[in-house]
Nanobody, 117 residues
């Protein structure tokens, strides 16, 4: 079973930036469609950004133009650069492999992002 470990969250002021990382175990990371999700208090988990094994990217409308997803297959790591952060970006952020809109692995602990002045 692949293990996912998210890191990089924290408290940031509106307009600030953070870079999240997601480290995955195993040897097949490079083949996966990987997705960043987030879950705000009282809300359902939602997709934020996804990246295929060959570099195709998609973003949710709410983060397009502000967030950038990337990956380093040699390090089995997925990244999310978040700029121009807004209070509504406050959530716990998770990563996972996705197939047909279904997360495939056990969820990691996530990383908390809080945007507040």
């Amino acid at each position: 079973q692949v293990q996912l470990v998210e890191s990089g969250g924290g408290l940031v002021q509106p307009g600030g930036s953070l870079r999240l990382s997601c480290a995955a175990s195993g040897s097949s990371f490079r083949l996966y469609y990987m997705v960043w999700y987030r879950q705000a208090p009282g809300k359902q988990r939602e997709m934020v950004a996804g990246m295929t094994s060959d570099g195709k990217i998609n973003y949710s409308d709410s983060v397009k133009g502000r967030f950038t997803i990337s990956r380093d297959n040699a390090k089995n790591t997925l990244y999310l650069q978040m700029n121009s952060l807004k209070p509504e970006d406050t959530a716990v952020y998770y990563c996972n492999r996705e197939i047909s809109r279904t997360p495939m692995f056990r969820w990691g602990q996530g990383t908390q992002v809080t945007v507040s002045s």
